[in-house]
Every structure is written in C-alpha cells, then in structure tokens.
Nanobody, 123 residues
C-alpha cells in the first residue's frame, strides 16, 4: 500500500523560506517520478515541480522557477521541496504525488497522493 506523507508546512512571512518533506512508503522514490502540486482556496490544483527517477530531469512551473528546488533523498525514501523568497501567491496546500510512468504537469495522471501540508505566507 502506497503512502505519501508531507510535512514542513506552516506560517511564514513574505520573503521567508520553508522546506517541505514527503516521506514515501510502499514505493521507492528512486524508481518513481515524484512531483509537488499546490492548491489555493477556490483554485485548480497547480503543478509546481517534478523530478525524473530515470534521467534526474527536473521541471518547474514558471511561477516558482528560481525560487523553489526539488530534491530526492533515496536513503530516506523522501522528496523535499525547498521554497525560498516566498510570497502571498505561494499560499496553498502543497501535495506530494508519484507515478511510475509520468512526471508531467497534469495532476490527473498521478495515482498516488499525500494528504497535503498547508503553507501560508503573510505579507
């Protein structure tokens, strides 16, 4: 049974940083495509970033490029999202997602999801 558990969310001032973690069980992050999405109130779930287990390729949305960094710790079976220079538009619930074959930006393609962690940026 696959389980993804996010942590690290919280309240931060604009310009600050947070590091989210996604601990996986039931799958190995070194052999799965891993991604982060976010969803703000009243908005669609939005792609943030993904990392390929095969090539190590990484994609970022334009809105976070240069500020967010995804990384993978195979020893801990964990994926991290380092978020810097946060602003109010980054306020959302952040979700970790995984799939064996896809690492694009369409959330419907990912079968495995965590429960989400809230990030709130105060301006």
């Amino acid at each position: 049974q696959v389980q993804l558990v996010e942590s690290g969310g919280g309240l931060v001032q604009a310009g600050g940083s947070l590091r989210l973690s996604c601990v996986a069980s039931g799958l190995t992050v070194s052999t799965y495509y891993m991604a982060w999405f976010r969803q703000a109130p009243g908005k669609e779930r939005e792609f943030v970033t993904s990392i390929s287990w095969k090539s190590g390729s990484i994609y970022y949305s334009d809105s976070v490029k240069g500020r967010f960094t995804i990384s993978r710790d195979n020893a801990k079976n964990t994926v991290h999202l380092q978020m810097n220079s946060l602003n109010a538009e980054d306020t959302a619930v952040y979700y970790c997602a995984a799939d064996r074959y896809y690492f694009g930006n369409r959330h419907a393609e990912y079968p495995y999801w965590g429960q989400g962690t809230q990030v709130t940026v105060s301006s």
